[in-house]
């Protein structure tokens, strides 16, 4: 498809697991940035990558998180040793242009026993 | 303070009714606006960008006030099908994209 591809959909871990969630953006998008969200709440943001430039990873809630793009391509957000916490939805979005229109992923939600 | 708040609701309408939403920035340098809406369980969609002079598709109108810094979405003749959370995107000092909490509004028959 066209689209902002994610994966798993679902996943299920327990406690003291590591977790890596896939993102392919859309083939040419520059922009690439990974958000959270609890249930209820608004979208947390993680990680920014734009181009070649360094990453923005000043969301990144503690070492345990960490995210790579490579190829300015497919991303990947690792969540060592999880925690219950970490039980969320985790979207993905890419955008052709710099501060440009976001196009999302269908996320990945992870639970954490 | 959020760099990008707006009143999470909920909002209760009926059918045929206007409502508004407004969201506050902090970074006054900030350049790109957007209104996205989330349907339960799923990803945000892009619903309106938001223009310097406002902008207007349909029922919905975007507006930007710099000099009180917030941008608004009214929505006019309210159908069931506009129930959803909406919300408001701006960037930060950071220049990067932060959403809003969102704004849940359910429009009643």
């Known amino acids: 498809g066209a689209g902002v591809s994610q994966s798993p959909s679902n996943k299920v871990t327990e406690k003291g697991k590591d977790v890596e969630l896939r993102c392919d953006p859309i083939?040419?998008?520059?922009?690439l940035y990974w958000y959270r969200q609890s249930l209820g709440q608004g979208l947390e943001f993680l990680i920014y990558f734009q181009g070649n430039s360094a990453p923005d990873k000043s969301g990144l809630p503690s070492d345990r998180f960490s995210a790579e793009r490579t190829g300015g391509s497919v991303s990947t957000l690792t969540i060592q040793r999880t925690q219950q916490e970490d039980s969320a939805v985790y979207l993905c979005a890419s955008s052709p242009t710099y501060l440009g229109e976001l196009f999302f992923g269908e996320g990945s939600r992870l639970t954490v026993l | 303070r959020k760099e990008v708040e707006q009143d999470p609701g909920p909002f209760n309408v009926p059918e045929g009714a206007t409502v508004a939403f407004n969201c506050t920035y902090s970074n006054s340098a900030s350049q790109s606006f957007f209104w996205y809406r989330q349907d339960c369980r799923k990803e945000p969609k892009l619903l309106m960008s938001v223009y310097s002079s406002g902008n207007e598709d349909g029922r919905f109108t975007a507006q930007l006030n710099r000099a009180s810094q917030y941008i608004s979405l009214l929505i006019r003749d309210s159908k069931l099908s506009d129930s959803a959370t909406y919300l408001c995107v701006g960037e930060t000092s950071g220049s990067r994209l932060t959403f809003g909490e969102g704004t849940q509004l359910t429009v009643n028959p």
């Open positions: 083939s040419g998008h520059t922009a």
